[in-house]
């Protein structure tokens, strides 16, 4: 948990540029983040390291030579030596705008359980380097992670 989106991104930066220092190349790394609404985020910690991405869409595949930038929705099925999924936020994941329109209790428990799964595929993304970040107050998924 970090405290700002600067010190996410100078961290998430800082952990790009040990995966390269390590042999891994551009096209191998990801940086998932849970909507559009992050992706700024995504964007200045690899601009922050001085990487080429490519901001992936539901047309767009992975470049050689590129970092691939996505929302969490457009990993599956992807794999990458490393990823870094970023502002794991409250509020952010699962998403405030789904927990609002939310009926009743049983609405609730099937819009969380979509939501960690959602990050659950992010994360199994990764072969061999997984980082997840956030900015406090961090998701209460986060906390699942830990055991």
């Known amino acids: 948990m970090l405290d700002t989106e600067d010190d996410e991104a ?20 990801g940086v998932f983040v849970r909507s559009t609404a992050e992706l700024d985020r995504a964007r200045a910690a690899v601009t922050q390291a001085g990487i080429l991405f490519k901001v ?27 990823v870094a999924v970023m502002a794991r936020d409250d509020e952010v994941i699962p998403h405030r705008e789904r927990i609002e329109t939310v009926a009743d209790d049983s609405d609730l428990e099937e819009v969380c359980n979509t939501e960690r799964h959602l990050l659950y595929v992010a994360c199994t993304r990764a072969r061999d380097h997984l980082l997840v970040t956030s900015v406090d107050p961090a998701s209460e998924f986060v906390d699942d992670m830990r055991m």
């Open 10 to 29: 100078t961290a998430v930066c800082d952990w790009l540029t040990a995966r390269v220092a390590e042999g891994f190349e551009s096209h191998e790394i």
């Open 56 to 82: 992936l869409d539901e047309n767009v595949a992975p470049a050689y030579d590129h970092v691939s930038i996505s929302t969490m929705h457009l990993v599956k099925g992807l794999e990458f030596g490393a």
